[in-house]
């Protein structure tokens, strides 16, 4: 794959929960589109975010943001508005993706096995538990396990929930319950439409939260995971599926939870991520460098794609236009 010379908007920042990772991202994808002769503007995305893309008039924006704004929508949304060619998913995709019950009514219907379980008031927690325990109560909307807690019966939260315990119910009004799945923490790049490897994570501190996500040294990488041959086919084949329905562009990330006591029975997508990370410690890097591809090799083939797509995009209109 060859790209012609191009000016990249590398979108990155922003105020989520994510802001420190995507600015990591960010940069890594900077530096390795200057090492390809790509001229870079860097954004750290703020509230003239609008007017800051209208005056660099790029080629293409690299879209690096992690959470909300610019991972459920609305910074898509934007970029449509303003006739931008941008990378990953669009607005639709992205606002379904992000939510994870949302997700849930895509993929489920479709035969991709998740987990149950209902959106809860967190002032419900005060008063009784939603599910039998554990359970896990994460945010509906956030990613990179941001506010997630495992609820046992040796956890000190209190029974039921204390209201001074620190927890997500302090942060967000509604939270998603799940059944917890014991096992083991898998998950699968797509890239394209490819499905690459599965990695299995293994967490010194027992639960692969956001701390062991982006700390080196809290996490042990295991690409690929030594796991039975089906298990590893079966989270390609879910990631791909999952990928295709949702409408992913660019790249995605599906995560799993494995029983690897009940067989492929005991697998479970947790939710697919949209605009995974792009730091040094990242999953889809790793991937990809395993299967051959450097990473700067990765970051022109996610904008390859996305100028494609905006072609294609355009071809269709002017067909439209001309009947």
Not at 65 to 94: C, F, I, N, R, W
Not at 104 to 109: D, E, F, G, I, N
Not at 192 to 218: N, W
Not at 271 to 294: D, F, H, I, K, W
Request: charged fraction near 25%; proline fraction near 6%.
């Amino acid at each position: 794959m060859s790209l012609p010379k191009l000016h990249v908007a590398v979108l990155m920042g922003g105020w989520s929960h994510e802001r420190s990772v995507s600015l990591m991202s960010g940069e890594g994808v900077a530096r390795a589109l200057e090492s390809k002769g790509h001229k870079v503007t860097r954004i750290d995305m703020d509230r003239d975010v609008a007017l800051r893309l209208s005056e660099a008039r790029p080629d293409v924006v690299f879209n690096a943001l992690h959470g909300a704004p610019g991972e459920d929508g609305t910074v898509q949304g934007m970029m449509d508005l303003m006739g931008l060619t941008y990378t990953h998913s669009g607005l639709a995709t992205s606002v379904i993706a992000i939510d994870k019950e949302l997700t849930k009514q895509a993929l489920v219907p479709h035969g991709v096995p998740m987990p149950g379980g209902r959106i809860v008031a967190s002032k419900e927690l005060y008063e009784r538990d939603p599910l039998p325990r554990p359970y896990v109560l994460k945010p509906v909307n956030e990613g990179s396990s941001v506010g997630v807690a495992i609820v046992t019966d040796e956890s000190n939260y209190g029974n039921p929930i204390r209201r001074d315990a620190k927890g997500p119910w302090q942060e967000f009004d509604n939270l998603l319950a799940e059944p917890y799945i014991r096992g083991r923490e898998l998950t699968t790049a797509v890239i394209g439409d490819r499905a690459l490897l599965v990695t299995e994570l293994k967490p010194k501190s027992g639960f692969y939260d956001f701390d062991s996500k982006y700390t080196d040294g809290l996490t042990e990488h295991v690409c690929p995971a030594e796991i039975p041959d089906e298990i590893a086919q079966a989270c390609k084949d879910l990631a791909l599926r999952a990928h295709r329905l949702l409408g992913c562009k660019g790249t995605s990330r599906s995560d799993f939870r494995w029983d690897d006591t009940q067989g492929v029975e005991g697998l479970f997508l947790l939710e697919t991520n949209t605009q995974p990370g792009m730091t040094p410690l990242s999953l889809v890097p790793e991937q990809a460098r395993a299967c051959g591809m450097e990473y700067a090799d990765l970051v022109e083939a996610i904008i390859a794609e996305a100028l494609e797509d905006a072609r294609a995009k355009q071809a269709a209109g002017a067909v439209k236009g001309a009947e």
